[in-house]
């Protein structure tokens, strides 16, 4: 599952009945506005959807999967929950026009721009994006800026060992900045931001160390991003 990479972070029992979920679905979540519509890609085993309806955040959730057997366990999952529609489809091919909020997280980046682009654009009544890229995030944010999406909030997820950035692209147009590009909008004030960065410096460190025959300006290169 791409969402659930190990079973250290599948969801347990919460209180009261309802379904506890880990810190990136739980940012996922608390990005969605209130009585949204929400079409989600790769919903997987559908623990977000049922948090979601469950605590009536939302009006109704499409949870897509494309993959025979995460299908099965989500329709099974999801099947006391009337507001929840399951579909076996891929990316945006079957996007509902009553959507107003599109979900596409556990993937790359690339990835979850050929799912998003040009086929969003068809759809007037989509008012955000919530992503949860994995790599490339310069590539991402780029991306979407370039395709009038601006960034409205994003947040640092540390969760088994490794940094997430869960972002909100709402419409809007913006200009590029090399750093928020780079790093995440408003990033720094992140209470994770100190650590994620003490640990990319560490990374770059080693890599300088590494790297044997290499030329002045891969060095610079390097010696750039601990700026």
Same mark, same amino acid.
């Given at each position: 599952?791409?969402?659930? *990479? =190990?079973?250290?972070?599948? /969801?347990?029992?919460?209180?009261?009945?309802?379904?506890?979920?880990?810190?990136?679905?739980?940012?996922? !979540?608390?990005?969605?506005?209130?009585?949204?519509?929400?079409?989600?890609?790769?919903?997987?085993?559908?623990?977000?959807?049922?948090? +979601?309806?469950?605590? $009536?955040? %939302?009006?109704?959730?499409? !949870? #897509?999967? =494309?993959?025979? @057997? /995460?299908?099965?366990?989500? &329709?099974?999952? +999801?099947? $006391?929950?009337?507001? !929840?529609?399951?579909?076996?489809?891929?990316?945006?091919?079957?996007?509902?026009?009553?959507?107003?909020?599109? %979900?596409? !997280?556990?993937? @790359?980046?690339?990835?979850?721009?050929?799912?998003?682009? /040009?086929?969003?654009?068809?759809?007037?009544?989509?008012?955000? #994006?919530?992503?949860?890229?994995? $790599?490339?995030?310069?590539?991402?944010?780029? $991306?979407?800026?370039?395709? @009038?999406?601006?960034?409205?909030?994003?947040?640092?997820?540390?969760?088994?060992?490794?940094?997430?950035?869960?972002?909100?692209? %709402?419409?809007?147009?913006?200009?590029?900045?090399?750093?928020?590009?780079?790093? @995440?909008?408003? #990033?720094?004030?992140? *209470?994770?931001?100190? +650590?994620?960065?003490?640990?990319?410096? &560490?990374?770059?460190?080693?890599?300088?160390?590494?790297?044997?025959?290499?030329?002045?300006?891969?060095?610079?290169?390097?010696?750039?991003?601990?700026?």
């Amino acid at each position: 599952s791409t969402r659930y *990479p =190990n079973s250290s972070c599948k /969801p347990k029992q919460g209180q009261k009945g309802l379904m506890a979920i880990s810190t990136r679905l739980k940012t996922i !979540a608390d990005f969605i506005e209130q009585n949204s519509i929400v079409f989600d890609v790769g919903a997987d085993h559908g623990i977000l959807e049922n948090y +979601l309806l469950d605590n $009536n955040r %939302i009006k109704k959730i499409y !949870a #897509i999967e =494309n993959k025979k @057997g /995460p299908f099965n366990i989500l &329709s099974s999952s +999801l099947k $006391n929950n009337k507001n !929840a529609i399951c579909i076996f489809s891929d990316g945006l091919k079957d996007l509902k026009t009553d959507c107003d909020t599109i %979900i596409v !997280a556990g993937m @790359g980046a690339h990835l979850i721009s050929k799912i998003v682009f /040009p086929k969003v654009l068809e759809f007037d009544n989509v008012k955000s #994006i919530i992503v949860d890229s994995h $790599n490339d995030l310069f590539y991402l944010r780029s $991306n979407f800026i370039d395709n @009038g999406f601006k960034i409205e909030k994003e947040k640092i997820v540390f969760e088994n060992n490794h940094f997430y950035f869960v972002i909100k692209f %709402i419409k809007g147009i913006k200009e590029k900045k090399k750093e928020e590009l780079e790093f @995440g909008y408003k #990033i720094k004030e992140d *209470p994770l931001f100190s +650590l994620y960065k003490e640990k990319e410096l &560490s990374k770059i460190n080693d890599l300088i160390l590494k790297v044997k025959d290499v030329d002045d300006k891969k060095i610079r290169t390097l010696l750039e991003r601990k700026e």
